[in-house]
């Protein structure tokens, strides 16, 4: 066990120093300051010797608080030792940042999510670069380029306006749509396979415009269709159910989005007061429906099981709680909501969210 042995001289020359600085200095003080410095530091010194981090990862964790009431824990530190070198970079680097901007109150809550979200888009990365080698574009670049000289320019082109256009390249499950203006759009599918150039896409949405770039982002909707050559209509699939249900930036999602962030921002080990606490046999239900039944734009109605701070619970007959985040919250435990629609479902995990009853 280690042990912390301070000298009588230290406790004097600390005093000392103090009353240096400031003749009305408290002493006590100073040297409870003293001790406590040398106890983080002790206490860090052991959660680093446990978690033995390569020479790289050490490095990193130079940034980030270790120990103490607002310092990593050893599952927190684990958990980020575990992750590829480019996940801890991004994190340590995203971390010192918002740290200097004085935003982040909890930081083993922040660095956990963080960790999380990094190495999720680590892996979609990884994925969509898989056969990168076999991917050939639909159509070569124009020796002239792809801008449209007799389109509008790109600033004309807002979030959340809804645009139709021709099909001019696709990229693996990536396509290109001439929608006007002086730069293609481009939004990504979960199988582009039966897209061709010359398609006519309708009631796309646009997503996010990056001036400097030239770049136009697309969401397609759930109307959102395709009219091929020989006139045959078909449904535009997104990416991703989540994805295809997102509004853009300036509409009430954004509310919803500074909800999240701020409930995440949150001290968990004092504020996160659910208002039912975990059940015993725990939060699934027995005689539950199987999420097959369940389809995004579904029309439902639940019943709150559980609220914390912007995010509600209700169970909607599935087997675990489906959930919405909201903005000043004002629901109860018991509170029956009518007309819920399903926002996105996750069936590898159970997971249903829901669209706020405000938006």
Not at 25 to 38: C, H
Not at 186 to 210: M, P
Not at 268 to 291: E, N, Q, V, Y
Request: hydrophobic share 35%; aromatic share 6%; glycine share 6%.
């Amino acid at each position: 066990k280690d042990v912390l042995s301070i000298p009588d001289r230290a406790w004097t020359a600390v005093a000392e120093k103090a009353k240096e600085e400031n003749k009305e200095a408290d002493v006590r003080k100073a040297q409870s300051d003293y001790l406590k410095l040398k106890l983080d530091t002790l206490f860090r010194e052991f959660l680093l010797e446990e978690l033995n981090p390569s020479e790289e990862t050490a490095a990193l964790l130079k940034d980030l608080p270790i120990g103490g009431p607002k310092g990593l824990p050893l599952d927190v530190l684990k958990a980020f030792e575990m992750q590829p070198p480019a996940v801890q970079r991004n994190v340590a680097e995203t971390f010192k940042k918002a740290s200097a901007s004085g935003t982040i109150q909890n930081p083993a809550g922040w660095v956990m999510t963080a960790v999380q979200q990094q190495a999720l888009r680590v892996k979609q990365k990884e994925e969509l670069t898989k056969g990168k080698s076999k991917i050939v574009a639909a159509k070569p670049k124009p020796a002239d380029g792809w801008e449209h000289q007799e389109g509008k320019p790109l600033s004309e082109a807002k979030p959340g306006l809804i645009v139709s256009g021709k099909v001019t390249n696709i990229v693996n499950n990536r396509v290109w749509v001439d929608v006007g203006f002086t730069s293609d759009g481009t939004f990504a599918l979960r199988d582009a396979s039966n897209f061709k150039v010359g398609d006519q896409v309708t009631s796309l949405k646009v997503h996010e415009v990056d001036l400097e770039k030239g770049n136009l982002q697309l969401r397609a909707q759930l109307r959102s269709q395709k009219k091929s050559e020989d006139g045959k209509v078909t449904r535009v699939l997104p990416k991703a159910k989540a994805k295809a249900a997102a509004e853009p930036p300036t509409s009430k999602a954004a509310a919803v989005a500074k909800a999240r962030a701020k409930a995440m921002s949150q001290d968990w080990k004092t504020d996160f007061s659910a208002a039912r606490r975990r059940p015993s046999d725990g939060w699934k239900h027995k005689d539950a429906k199987p999420l097959s039944e369940f389809t995004v734009g579904m029309a439902v109605k639940g019943t709150v099981t559980n609220t914390l701070h912007e995010r509600v619970w209700v169970d909607i007959g599935t087997e675990k709680d489906a959930s919405f985040w909201m903005e000043g919250n004002s629901f109860k435990i018991g509170d029956e909501i009518p007309d819920l629609k399903i926002d996105s479902i996750d069936e590898q995990r159970g997971r249903v969210l829901l669209k706020s009853p405000s938006s």
